[in-house]
């Protein structure tokens, strides 16, 4: 057993004896005590919750309450209007709060930090004023008269079973939120916190991912109301002001973002640590902020930060030691033609009408001096932003407006001129992210851990094994891609974007920074992959390198197409050596001759 493994049982072990105890402390501790613990345990489930949202996802939201007060209110609202019993009205509250998450959500998610934060802030305010003003809700009164639940006959009603019922619970949102954040939704939500544009370059769907986040959410926020409305038997609006979400928010930061044992400690202290200064009487409150001031100033990152994601893969596998299957079977067709593509940013025209195929199985190479408009070529090809005219057809079919990572499951994929991987994500979790679109078993067979997802996790594995070795980067597939040299970061990129199966591989600027030998062993790799049946478009400077690899070459100048044809036509085309060296007048042969030599052979 490594170190590693050897803190994780013993990390397991010791979550385990902790939770035993909180189980068992109705039978040695006095009413109050265990009433303070139930609001540890809400606060708990409350924060689980947020962190989803705010901790996994990096998505900040202020008015979370609104989720709590809809469970809360649904429950209510079932048991005194229509006599539902408590766990009748469950499912109705998970299912108002999830269809609440998706109509805060999807207008919104498009927004981004303040503005996101303002809405969801706004979205939280309507709820509680909509709570204050409706008569079916009682207005600022609230609803009175919630039974209490019952479970075989017994009525969950004393402090002690209410609160072993608020511990089912919370060991129920436990297992979920573990679950979702070791799923690939998990890593997908890791990959968007990190760098969305990635994320969504390399396949993820990153506005359903985020909606997927406020939805899982809402389903927690929505349970711990349903809790909050049993125990208490009464609501009203004063209970989901903006302070609820605030307070919320900091049982999240405080404990750690991301982390959950970082939420429970922080729900600890929220809920607890009031109580404890009750001896100071009006002052509890004010020492309670300057702690809070204090811890965060000293704790910054939160108390107990998450850890880096260190997923690697099983030790003993041989996948390693095989080659990955060939992607496609190399023809003769054509597979991308550009058709007189345009894209202007305000009065600049960055690329002008240009116009060209690839033809599959090719490398073909798109050179030409920097502000060429090379790179927004690629943009515009995998839909980071669209052309403002002419026509991409690929593979038979027109390409119009797609999402990136549409643009990704269709068969183009991409790295970029600086490198975007996801630095506290280990290697293989890197490629596992651009893998995750292909999977086909259903999310909650995966929290389930249903045979077929177990079988098709292992292959996934076994799969991401491959296109690391294929790199050669297998005997680093756990580390962290941050902590990768600088050649092994741009090839683990070039991994990434070969395990989502493209049949174009887009490489902008691969060799940008790296030494001779690392250039040699780039080309070596840039014709396996060609090989091994992806065609290759190359965005590339170094002139050693795109003559060594390319079929075909393409050079660019201000925005159009100068030159095009095979590297030895190209090597000899005045209007590209003007291109690159501004001297092509006759008078000057001399000094073109060796401009000429130097060039081709930097």
């Known amino acids: 057993m490594s170190a590693r493994e050897a803190s994780a049982h013993w990390a397991r072990l010791a979550g385990g004896a902790l939770l035993a105890a909180a189980v068992a402390l109705p039978a040695v501790a006095s009413n109050y005590i265990v009433d303070v613990g139930l609001t ?12 989803i949202v705010v901790g996994y996802a990096g998505l900040l939201d202020l008015g979370y309450a609104a989720f709590f007060a809809i469970g809360a209110y649904t429950t209510a609202l079932l048991e005194t209007l229509l006599h539902f019993s408590f766990w009748e009205t469950l499912p109705f509250s998970l299912a108002f709060t999830a269809v609440s998450g998706i109509v805060i959500g999807y207008p919104t998610l498009r927004l981004r930090s303040d503005y996101l934060a303002i809405v969801t802030l706004g979205f939280g305010e309507i709820t509680r004023i909509v709570a204050t ?15 209490s639940p019952s479970l075989f006959g017994f009525e969950i009603s004393s402090p002690p079973a209410l609160y072993e019922l608020g511990m089912a619970f919370l060991v129920l949102v436990l297992v979920f939120a573990i679950r979702l954040g070791r799923s690939r939704l998990g890593r997908a939500w890791t990959s968007i916190r990190e760098d969305e544009a990635a994320a969504e370059a390399v396949g993820v769907p990153t506005l359903r991912v985020k909606l997927l986040a406020y939805v899982m959410g809402a389903l927690i926020g929505g349970l711990g109301g349903s809790l909050f409305a049993a125990r208490f038997g009464t609501i009203d609006p004063t209970g989901f002001t903006y302070l609820q979400s605030v307070t919320i928010l900091i049982v999240v930061v405080l404990g750690g973002r991301g982390s959950i044992p970082g939420v429970i400690l922080g729900a600890i202290i ?22 809070l001031v204090i811890l965060m100033l000293l704790r910054p990152q939160g108390l107990w930060p998450a850890p880096l994601r260190r997923v690697a893969p099983p030790r003993k596998s041989t996948a390693a030691d095989q080659a990955p299957v060939p992607s496609h079977a190399a023809t003769d067709e054509i597979l991308l033609e550009v058709r007189d593509m345009q894209r202007r940013f305000g009065g600049v025209l960055a690329v002008g009408g240009v116009s060209f195929m690839v033809h599959s199985g090719e490398i073909l190479s798109l050179i030409g001096p920097n502000g060429a408009g090379k790179t927004t070529v690629f943009n515009c090809l995998t839909g980071v932003i669209r052309p403002t005219g002419g026509q991409i057809v690929w593979c038979g079919k027109r390409l119009a407006g797609g999402a990136p990572h549409r643009i990704v499951h269709q068969g183009m994929a991409r790295t970029f001129q600086g490198i975007r991987l996801f630095g506290h994500m280990t290697a293989f979790e890197n490629v596992l992210t651009g893998m995750d679109h292909r999977l086909r078993t259903t999310l909650g067979a995966e929290l389930l851990g249903l045979p077929a997802a177990r079988a098709e996790t292992a292959d996934h594995w076994a799969e991401g094994l491959r296109w690391l070795a294929f790199v050669g980067l297998a005997g680093r597939a756990g580390e962290r891609a941050a902590d990768l040299p600088y050649g092994d970061q741009r090839r683990l990129e070039i991994a990434r974007a070969l395990a989502s199966y493209p049949r174009l591989l887009l490489l902008d600027e691969p060799a940008a920074g790296m030494n001779p030998t690392e250039k040699q062993a780039l080309m070596e790799l840039i014709r396996r992959i060609r090989d091994h049946g992806v065609t290759v478009l190359l965005i590339e400077h170094d002139m050693m390198l795109v003559m060594g690899v390319s079929d075909r070459i393409i050079v660019m100048d201000h925005g159009v197409i100068i030159a095009e044809g095979q590297p030895s036509a190209i090597q000899a085309d005045p209007r590209v050596i003007d291109a690159y060296l501004g001297t092509a007048g006759k008078d000057e042969a001399s000094d073109d001759t060796a401009g000429e030599k130097s060039l081709w052979d930097s």
């Open 270 to 291: 929220v809920a607890g640590l009031p109580e404890v200064l009750r001896f100071l009487n009006l002052w509890r409150i004010f020492a309670f902020a300057i702690g």
């Open 133 to 147: 003003n409706l008569d079916i809700t009682g207005g600022p009164n609230g609803i009175f008269g919630i039974a």
């Open 40 to 51: 540890i345990i809400t606060y708990s489930i409350l924060g689980l919750g947020l962190n």
